[in-house]
T-cell receptor, first 114, second 114 residues
Framework: AQSVSQHNHHVILSEAASLELGCNYS??????LFWYVQYPGQHLQLLLK????DPLVKGIKGFEAEFIKSKFSFNLRKPSVQWSDTAEYFC????????????WGLGTSLAVNP | EAQVTQNPRYLITVTGKKLTVTCSQN?????MSWYRQDPGLGLRQIYY???????DKGDVPEGYKVSRKEKRNFPLILESPSPNQTSLYFC?????????????FGPGTRLTVL
Protein backbone atom coordinates (compact mmCIF):
# COMPACT_ATOMS: atom_id res chain seq x y z
CA ALA A 1 0.00 0.00 0.00
CA GLN A 2 1.11 3.52 -0.70
CA SER A 3 2.20 5.49 2.33
CA VAL A 4 3.58 8.86 3.21
CA SER A 5 5.98 9.54 6.04
CA GLN A 6 6.43 12.96 7.53
CA HIS A 7 9.40 12.70 9.81
CA ASN A 8 8.62 15.48 12.22
CA HIS A 9 5.32 15.47 14.05
CA HIS A 10 5.92 18.56 16.16
CA VAL A 11 8.42 21.30 15.47
CA ILE A 12 9.04 24.37 17.58
CA LEU A 13 11.18 27.18 16.20
CA SER A 14 11.98 30.76 16.98
CA GLU A 15 11.29 33.45 14.44
CA ALA A 16 13.98 33.79 11.76
CA ALA A 17 15.06 30.16 12.18
CA SER A 18 15.27 27.99 9.10
CA LEU A 19 12.74 25.24 8.51
CA GLU A 20 12.95 21.89 6.80
CA LEU A 21 10.15 19.36 7.00
CA GLY A 22 10.78 15.92 5.62
CA CYS A 23 8.38 13.92 3.46
CA ASN A 24 8.95 10.51 1.93
CA TYR A 25 6.46 8.45 -0.02
CA SER A 26 6.46 4.83 -1.03
CA UNK A 27 4.91 4.90 -4.49
CA UNK A 28 7.33 4.54 -7.39
CA UNK A 29 5.17 5.49 -10.35
CA UNK A 30 4.01 8.81 -11.68
CA UNK A 31 3.09 11.17 -8.90
CA UNK A 32 2.06 14.72 -8.34
CA LEU A 33 3.34 16.11 -5.08
CA PHE A 34 1.68 18.66 -2.86
CA TRP A 35 2.23 20.44 0.40
CA TYR A 36 -0.89 21.79 2.04
CA VAL A 37 -1.04 24.06 5.07
CA GLN A 38 -3.78 24.36 7.66
CA TYR A 39 -3.64 27.50 9.78
CA PRO A 40 -5.38 27.33 13.16
CA GLY A 41 -9.13 27.12 12.66
CA GLN A 42 -8.91 27.34 8.90
CA HIS A 43 -9.28 25.00 5.96
CA LEU A 44 -6.52 23.34 4.00
CA GLN A 45 -4.73 25.56 1.52
CA LEU A 46 -2.24 24.67 -1.16
CA LEU A 47 1.27 25.73 -0.26
CA LEU A 48 3.04 24.42 -3.33
CA LYS A 49 2.93 21.64 -5.89
CA UNK A 50 5.15 19.64 -8.19
CA UNK A 51 3.88 18.04 -11.38
CA UNK A 52 6.97 17.83 -13.58
CA UNK A 53 10.01 19.81 -14.69
CA ASP A 54 12.29 21.69 -12.32
CA PRO A 55 12.42 19.64 -9.13
CA LEU A 56 12.80 22.77 -7.01
CA VAL A 57 9.43 24.41 -6.72
CA LYS A 58 8.46 27.62 -5.03
CA GLY A 59 5.20 28.23 -3.28
CA ILE A 60 3.47 30.95 -1.38
CA LYS A 61 4.91 32.85 1.55
CA GLY A 62 8.53 32.04 0.76
CA PHE A 63 8.20 28.26 0.98
CA GLU A 64 9.95 25.94 -1.42
CA ALA A 65 10.28 22.20 -1.83
CA GLU A 66 12.65 19.90 -3.63
CA PHE A 67 11.61 16.69 -5.34
CA ILE A 68 14.34 14.06 -5.23
CA LYS A 69 13.06 11.16 -7.29
CA SER A 70 15.79 8.72 -6.26
CA LYS A 71 14.92 9.23 -2.61
CA PHE A 72 11.13 9.43 -3.06
CA SER A 73 11.29 12.65 -1.11
CA PHE A 74 9.65 16.05 -1.29
CA ASN A 75 11.01 18.10 1.58
CA LEU A 76 9.61 21.50 2.45
CA ARG A 77 11.92 24.39 3.30
CA LYS A 78 11.78 28.00 4.36
CA PRO A 79 14.94 29.98 5.14
CA SER A 80 13.41 32.20 7.80
CA VAL A 81 10.11 31.42 9.50
CA GLN A 82 7.68 33.92 10.94
CA TRP A 83 5.19 33.66 13.78
CA SER A 84 2.42 33.61 11.17
CA ASP A 85 3.80 30.32 9.81
CA THR A 86 2.45 28.55 12.88
CA ALA A 87 0.23 25.88 11.34
CA GLU A 88 -0.11 22.23 10.46
CA TYR A 89 1.68 21.12 7.30
CA PHE A 90 0.68 18.13 5.23
CA CYS A 91 2.59 16.37 2.53
CA UNK A 92 0.29 14.68 -0.01
CA UNK A 93 1.51 12.71 -3.00
CA UNK A 94 -1.04 11.91 -5.66
CA UNK A 95 -0.56 8.82 -7.74
CA UNK A 96 -1.87 8.11 -11.21
CA UNK A 97 -4.72 5.62 -11.33
CA UNK A 98 -8.48 5.34 -11.39
CA UNK A 99 -8.94 7.33 -8.22
CA UNK A 100 -6.23 9.90 -8.18
CA UNK A 101 -6.71 10.60 -4.56
CA UNK A 102 -4.26 12.38 -2.39
CA UNK A 103 -2.34 10.15 -0.01
CA TRP A 104 -1.96 12.14 3.16
CA GLY A 105 0.85 12.26 5.63
CA LEU A 106 -0.08 12.63 9.29
CA GLY A 107 1.02 16.22 9.31
CA THR A 108 3.63 18.27 11.09
CA SER A 109 2.57 20.79 13.67
CA LEU A 110 4.81 23.85 13.52
CA ALA A 111 4.87 26.39 16.32
CA VAL A 112 6.92 29.53 15.78
CA ASN A 113 7.72 31.55 18.86
CA PRO A 114 7.97 35.31 18.41
CA GLU B 1 -15.08 34.08 -5.73
CA ALA B 2 -14.06 30.50 -6.57
CA GLN B 3 -14.71 28.37 -3.56
CA VAL B 4 -15.96 25.21 -1.94
CA THR B 5 -18.60 25.75 0.70
CA GLN B 6 -19.82 23.41 3.39
CA ASN B 7 -22.75 23.59 5.74
CA PRO B 8 -23.08 23.43 8.60
CA ARG B 9 -19.67 24.38 9.92
CA TYR B 10 -20.40 22.95 13.35
CA LEU B 11 -22.91 20.32 14.33
CA ILE B 12 -23.67 18.50 17.55
CA THR B 13 -26.14 15.66 17.25
CA VAL B 14 -27.18 12.46 18.95
CA THR B 15 -26.67 8.85 17.98
CA GLY B 16 -29.02 7.66 15.28
CA LYS B 17 -30.37 11.00 14.13
CA LYS B 18 -29.91 11.24 10.37
CA LEU B 19 -27.97 14.22 9.13
CA THR B 20 -26.66 15.69 5.90
CA VAL B 21 -23.60 17.84 5.40
CA THR B 22 -23.80 19.84 2.21
CA CYS B 23 -20.91 20.64 -0.09
CA SER B 24 -21.03 22.94 -3.07
CA GLN B 25 -18.41 24.24 -5.49
CA ASN B 26 -18.73 27.03 -8.03
CA UNK B 27 -15.71 26.17 -10.18
CA UNK B 28 -17.40 23.69 -12.52
CA UNK B 29 -15.11 20.98 -11.20
CA UNK B 30 -15.66 17.39 -12.26
CA UNK B 31 -14.15 15.63 -9.26
CA MET B 32 -15.37 15.94 -5.68
CA SER B 33 -14.36 14.11 -2.56
CA TRP B 34 -15.07 13.85 1.14
CA TYR B 35 -12.39 13.39 3.79
CA ARG B 36 -12.43 13.05 7.53
CA GLN B 37 -9.60 14.29 9.68
CA ASP B 38 -8.85 12.67 13.02
CA PRO B 39 -5.92 13.25 15.40
CA GLY B 40 -3.13 10.78 14.76
CA LEU B 41 -4.83 9.41 11.65
CA GLY B 42 -4.51 12.35 9.26
CA LEU B 43 -7.01 12.77 6.44
CA ARG B 44 -8.81 9.75 5.10
CA GLN B 45 -11.01 9.67 2.05
CA ILE B 46 -14.63 8.65 2.61
CA TYR B 47 -16.17 8.84 -0.87
CA TYR B 48 -15.35 10.46 -4.15
CA UNK B 49 -17.16 11.33 -7.35
CA UNK B 50 -15.62 11.65 -10.79
CA UNK B 51 -18.71 13.19 -12.32
CA UNK B 52 -22.46 13.51 -12.01
CA UNK B 53 -24.06 10.20 -11.01
CA UNK B 54 -20.61 8.58 -10.61
CA UNK B 55 -19.55 7.93 -7.03
CA ASP B 56 -17.24 5.41 -5.41
CA LYS B 57 -15.94 4.40 -2.02
CA GLY B 58 -12.77 5.77 -0.56
CA ASP B 59 -10.85 4.29 2.33
CA VAL B 60 -13.45 4.65 5.10
CA PRO B 61 -16.95 4.61 3.56
CA GLU B 62 -18.77 2.64 6.29
CA GLY B 63 -21.65 4.56 7.80
CA TYR B 64 -21.75 7.20 5.08
CA LYS B 65 -23.64 7.78 1.86
CA VAL B 66 -23.20 10.35 -0.88
CA SER B 67 -24.99 11.46 -3.98
CA ARG B 68 -24.01 13.53 -7.01
CA LYS B 69 -27.14 14.62 -8.81
CA GLU B 70 -25.66 17.92 -9.94
CA LYS B 71 -22.09 18.79 -10.77
CA ARG B 72 -21.80 21.48 -8.13
CA ASN B 73 -23.19 19.59 -5.13
CA PHE B 74 -21.89 16.56 -3.27
CA PRO B 75 -23.74 16.03 0.03
CA LEU B 76 -22.51 13.63 2.69
CA ILE B 77 -25.24 11.69 4.45
CA LEU B 78 -25.00 9.94 7.79
CA GLU B 79 -28.10 7.78 8.03
CA SER B 80 -27.52 6.72 11.63
CA PRO B 81 -24.60 8.60 13.12
CA SER B 82 -22.53 7.01 15.86
CA PRO B 83 -19.97 8.52 18.24
CA ASN B 84 -17.06 7.13 16.20
CA GLN B 85 -18.12 9.46 13.41
CA THR B 86 -17.24 12.45 15.54
CA SER B 87 -14.64 14.14 13.37
CA LEU B 88 -13.68 17.10 11.21
CA TYR B 89 -14.99 16.66 7.68
CA PHE B 90 -13.64 18.30 4.55
CA CYS B 91 -15.09 18.42 1.09
CA UNK B 92 -12.74 18.96 -1.83
CA UNK B 93 -13.03 19.43 -5.57
CA UNK B 94 -10.72 19.21 -8.53
CA UNK B 95 -11.05 20.27 -12.14
CA UNK B 96 -10.33 16.98 -13.88
CA UNK B 97 -12.70 14.05 -13.56
CA UNK B 98 -9.93 11.81 -12.31
CA UNK B 99 -9.02 14.28 -9.61
CA UNK B 100 -5.60 14.72 -11.15
CA UNK B 101 -4.05 17.93 -9.94
CA UNK B 102 -4.72 20.39 -7.20
CA UNK B 103 -7.71 19.85 -4.94
CA UNK B 104 -9.55 22.77 -3.41
CA PHE B 105 -10.94 22.36 0.07
CA GLY B 106 -13.96 23.61 1.88
CA PRO B 107 -13.75 25.18 5.35
CA GLY B 108 -14.59 21.97 7.17
CA THR B 109 -17.50 20.72 9.26
CA ARG B 110 -16.84 19.78 12.85
CA LEU B 111 -19.29 17.06 13.81
CA THR B 112 -19.87 15.77 17.32
CA VAL B 113 -22.10 12.74 17.81
CA LEU B 114 -23.19 12.19 21.40
Amino acid sequence: AQSVSQHNHHVILSEAASLELGCNYSYGGTVNLFWYVQYPGQHLQLLLKYFSGDPLVKGIKGFEAEFIKSKFSFNLRKPSVQWSDTAEYFCAPQRAGNNRKLIWGLGTSLAVNP
Amino acid sequence: EAQVTQNPRYLITVTGKKLTVTCSQNMNHEYMSWYRQDPGLGLRQIYYSMNVEVTDKGDVPEGYKVSRKEKRNFPLILESPSPNQTSLYFCASSLSSGGWGEQFFGPGTRLTVL
